[in-house]
């Protein structure tokens, strides 16, 4: 059951199950409304005017609306709850909120879950004998915090108020007071936003007052040793009676050094970081957690954990401020995780004004595949194996220099490379988007054809031009096409390009399935968006004629970075734009493709190139 | 602003303020409503209907509340608030519950904060790909909680689930889950109830299923070896660097060796106690969790938390189950603690059906008095001085072997004793209620007068019986009284009587105040309860004939035991009585006597004792 709600004055629209509140709904398109609490009910500051519907009065409504206002229809945005299609005014905001641009032209309201509260408390005296820690709440309270502390707050109050003239600053994250600090500290106010990826790790601090980024750096994941991708690291554990510890150590160990070079290069002390927002695959965050990941890997595939969870980051050996809090995005099941969640909450991609479809491919081990708009979205993951990160190709390797990451063959059959770290490099091996730019050059030069073979020499005599045809080799008795200069001897062979065919055939048949499953084709897309680092470097045209991703027009294919990245920094710097990443999967079918007889032979369909013809 | 609610059928009424839940004031009265969510809006089962008055229908009326029903007045009494007076219909419960008969004479109906929930979930497979820990969560759902977890519950997870075909029992600590243990484990279901006092410390383990007392023990406090009352408690802490710390470790110690015994001679693991509530004075529970005490020992005497808290045990290092919650009464001010709140909570004092007015006395080196009913209460705390416990009187001494007890004068000049461990003992010192019977009978007897001045010898000439008056001594030129045989010379010197003197006369002195606050007389006291281990051993008439207590006939006044203890157990086997007790402050009246001028003046008056002829 949905109904409808009109915002006024912004004439925006959304649909909303029953029981959303008014609040949420809001958040969840991105419109402003004041609070300080959160949607608690405690601040009394996010009143809106609901001109038509259904909106009984609740108890928090009574305690900070006049009857005569009460009359005139304002309640707690918070509180109000929908039973019927409504009209809803939202006041302007009280000042100017602060605000940043972050993920896909995302303008997100800084209004980070940390919150900084200085309080200046009246001493105790005979007459008022309220405890030291019902004066700190009484205060917090005014501001609108139904506060709750523990013993380590309890533990330094008596000392920290009586040496500072019972002056100090709340550190809050939500409604938890996790620490006093001795006077007036406003100032330092940071947090950690970070992108667990198998291999890389990227890791952010963020400055909560201001919205800018202090400081950022990736780090290769340390548990790499154990194996390159997730099937590896679950092994291990399951092999290893430490493996599970191990494994979760090296996570903490590639976060600690990150915040060793972060905490350096800015300055920045690890006691002045409140909250940490972690995003990853489900295998990566459960065993970040010590949880032990193995029913991920084998069917049916259930994670432990699929919803956000927040826990003290010194629970798992995290050392920020001792109290600190890390905070998780849900996952949509697997193989599509809380990165994939992050992405969705960068690109806007579940709750876009526009209302137009968008298919969001995150390229890896396993591609990530999201097809939808505000009216509906589906995912799903699809095995696609190492190829793209350069694992069992010939001459493969990661993006690094030397690395062939771009090919351009011309009409006379000239190779041109493009070399990471400088063309003048000698190339050592070629990248993903170097494999993906090469079999997609040498299919439109004829090298290749539709199905994926390499030319015979004796055919190639009258179809190539002389440069191309010399290329090609015969290597222990398998094809091949040089790509470098002899010297070089870079090659792909004919394995090479089946490994490719069969990764982004998966890939193709995995966006497929949902394409049919949403009755839609290609040109119903508004936009293919590429994400991730493979994403960020691979030729669109080139990912297009492999058949990578639909026929759309080149300008529809948009490289959007490190979206789980920017996802985690966005729900680091507003707890409303985290809710709305937390309810994501309600708005999200996922598709599990390994129980669909279709998928085999829609991916066998999908193992060839397209049609170069559709180029013109 | 205060409604009046009755409640239908039992015709019970109470006043409660606005805002207060139809839910709560029930069981203020002690009127069971079924309820397994405690109040938390989630179970849908505390249905009342509310046959007059105003009771707005809110969201979770709605989810468990028929559209007919709602028109009938039925709503969910966990969420109905008071806006007017009203009448209140309360369904017969379902089911007998179970109740056990605790405190003073009070009835508990079984209602444990920890609850064992035995689950048998459907395995997952490819189309019920849902979390672990979300198909554990959603079992919970269906008992009505709202469950909360935590890393610990996650990392076990996956094994355990899967090593017993996915049967568990749930460990829920409110909405706490705690812990997930294989198999069916509802049987073994304990608690832990600790009555933590500056001198003795006594601990029961409690059976949750069936509130039955599996073991019960007391234990010296071992903080003793640093002083015997609380300030020098307190002064260790601030002379010492290491003190607080130290005297925590104390604490712990002691309730580690209670639960040696209490495991031993039951049979019952700690990793199945999953709660434990403990009170004690303000120190004493500010010891235990390492919060300095200092403020508390100084004007203006604020403790840095009198508000009930809830931590892990293993925070202060009690050694349950792991992950076992420690839960603490409030306190009502700097010297009239948890103890006292929870003697309140088992005399029912405070919300006594027959509305009678009761003035409540634990007697030891702080007095602390609670006078009131359902109508009204004050409380304050007198120093008292350590002359109850022994100290400061020449042969004073603890209440054990070889101490003189209880004392008679006979008409005839003959003092009788009565020693601890048997009459047949060489008595080698006095106890406090010795100390108490032995002056009221020489009072009785004219070897001391109304000022407490012992009779002159040549006085006694003429006045005392030959019996008594070789009794009277000199002593290093101070007058004196020998109680015991002359061999053992046990005396009662004027200066022990005077001690007594001061510490009764603070005692009366603080009755007296709230007395004359509350604007009654000794008439209108329904029973003065004697609460502690003294209050045990006092003879009524002795403690009378000093002043200790208020005129009341003999009948009136009564031991209550270990009320403190008793309350304990009863929020340890209730929730409800636990929001009860938690509810206590908000009734009560604390009344500051350093500050107050009239202390002093009321303090010179019941310095003497009260005429004798009141007696008949």
Redesign the interface.
């Known amino acids: 059951m949905k109904y409808e709600i009109r915002f006024l004055p912004s004439d925006l629209l959304t649909n909303a199950p029953e029981?959303t509140t008014i609040f949420n709904a809001a958040n969840w398109m991105g419109l402003a409304i004041d609070s300080t609490c959160g949607g608690r009910g405690t601040c009394g500051k996010c009143k809106v005017r609901v001109v038509s519907g259904v909106a009984?009065?609740?108890?928090a409504d009574r305690k900070f609306i006049s009857e005569a206002d009460l009359a005139d229809g304002w309640r707690l945005s918070c509180r109000a709850?929908l039973h019927s299609d409504c009209v809803v005014e939202i006041p302007r905001l009280m000042g100017n909120p602060k605000a940043a641009l972050l993920g896909y032209g995302h303008h997100v309201i800084l209004n980070p879950n940390v919150a900084k509260v200085y309080l200046e408390l009246t001493e105790?005296?005979?007459?008022?004998?309220?405890?030291?820690?019902?004066r700190v709440?009484n205060a917090l309270a005014q501001e609108g915090y139904d506060a709750h502390s523990?013993?380590s707050v309890?533990?330094a109050?008596?000392?920290l108020l009586?040496a500072n003239d019972f002056r100090a600053t709340a550190v809050m994250v939500g409604d938890e007071l996790i620490a006093l600090e001795p006077g007036n500290t406003r100032e330092k106010n940071y947090g950690f936003a970070v992108d667990l990826g198998t291999t890389t790790v990227v890791g952010a601090i963020i400055n909560l007052n201001s919205g800018a980024v202090e400081a950022v750096k990736s780090e290769l994941n340390r548990q790499a040793a154990f194996g390159a991708d997730v099937i590896s690291r679950v092994s291990h554990t399951m092999m290893e009676p430490d493996g599970l510890s191990e494994l979760q150590a090296r996570s903490i160990q590639t976060l600690d050094d990150l915040l060793d070079q972060l905490t350096a290069s800015s300055g920045i002390a690890r006691e002045n970081i409140y909250e940490a927002v972690i995003v990853g695959n489900a295998t990566m965050l459960h065993l970040l957690?010590?949880?032990?990941p193995?029913?991920i890997s084998v069917?049916?595939?259930?994670?432990?954990?699929?919803?956000p969870?927040t826990?003290r980051a010194a629970?798992?050996g995290l050392r920020l401020h001792p109290e600190a809090r890390l905070a998780t995005l849900p996952?949509l099941?697997?193989y599509v995780g809380a990165d994939i969640v992050a992405g969705i909450l960068a690109t806007d991609l579940t709750r876009n004004k526009d209302g137009q479809l968008r298919l969001l491919i995150d390229v890896g081990t396993n591609g990530e595949i999201v097809l939808g708009s505000v009216h509906g979205t589906l995912a799903t993951a699809a095995p696609a194996g190492p190829a793209f990160e350069g694992a069992q190709i010939k001459h493969g390797m990661r993006a690094s220099d030397g690395a062939i990451e771009g090919i351009q063959i011309t009409a006379e059959g000239q190779v041109i490379l493009q070399i990471i770290g400088g063309n003048h490099l000698k190339p050592i091996g070629i990248a993903g988007s170097g494999l993906v730019d090469a079999v997609a050059e040498m299919y439109r030069a004829g090298v290749v054809d539709a199905s994926g073979r390499l030319i015979q020499v004796e055919d190639a005599r009258a179809k190539l031009p002389d440069a191309l045809r010399e290329r090609l080799l015969t290597i222990d008795g398998v094809r091949a096409f040089r790509l470098s200069d002899p010297a070089s001897n870079i090659v792909l062979t004919q394995q090479d390009i089946r490994a490719l065919q069969f990764a982004k055939g998966s890939i193709a048949a995995g966006v497929a399935v949902l394409m049919q499953q949403m009755n839609v084709t290609a040109k119903d897309l508004h936009q293919v968006l590429l994400a991730g680092s493979f994403g960020s470097y691979i030729n669109p045209a080139s990912a297009r004629t492999i058949g990578l991703v639909p026929w759309v027009a080149v300008e529809q294919i948009v490289a959007v970075g490190n979206s789980a990245g920017e996802g985690a920094k966005i729900a680091l710097l507003s707890f409303r734009e985290r809710e709305a990443a937390n309810r994501i999967p309600e708005f999200i079918e996922?598709v599990?493709l390994?129980?669909r007889a279709e998928f085999n032979d829609i991916f066998m369909e999908t193992l060839a190139f397209p049609p170069l013809d559709a180029e013109s």
């Open positions: 029981g009984p009065i609740r108890e709850v105790p005296n005979l007459d008022d004998q309220v405890s030291d820690l019902q709440h523990n013993p309890w533990r109050l008596p000392k009586r957690m010590g949880i032990d193995e029913p069917a049916p595939f259930i994670p432990a954990i699929t919803q969870v826990l629970d798992i996952h099941g697997a996922y599990e390994s129980g």
